[in-house]
């Protein structure tokens, strides 16, 4: 059965940090790409970061400098280290993979982050 499990969201002052954490379990195949998005009420889902198997990362523009992801091929985690957070951060985190081979998309629950100012 696949899994992609989010943890780690909460409630959090401005400039504060949380470090989110997915796990992903069940796939036939390989992870090809592991990444983070978020979407706020009222707006579309927006990119936060993804990650090849090779390690290259990709931030979406407006976490770039704050928001640093690493991954554990072994493991099929994913991490997300949140820093200097700001309002405009809150909204639902979604935890994505996608698999080698048969290119099928996994998509979590997703976990809240609230910043409050």
């Known amino acids: 059965q696949v899994q992609v499990v989010e943890s780690g969201g909460g409630l959090v002052q401005a400039g504060g940090s949380l470090r989110l954490s997915c796990a992903a379990s069940?796939?036939?195949?390989?992870?090809?790409?592991m990444g983070w998005y978020r979407q706020a009420p009222g707006k579309l889902r927006e990119l936060v970061a993804t990650?090849?198997?090779?390690?290259?990362?990709d931030y979406g523009d407006s976490v770039k400098g704050r928001f640093t992801a690493s991954r554990d091929n072994a493991k099929n985690t994913l991490s997300l280290l949140m820093n200097s957070l700001k309002p405009e951060d809150t909204a639902a985190y979604y935890c994505?993979?996608?698999?080698?081979?048969?290119?099928?998309?996994?998509w979590g629950q997703g976990t809240q982050v609230t910043v409050s100012s």
């Open positions: 994505n993979v996608e698999t080698f081979v048969d290119n099928r998309s996994y």
């Open positions: 069940g796939m036939m195949y390989s992870l090809k790409t």
């Open positions: 990650i090849t198997r090779g390690g290259s990362i």
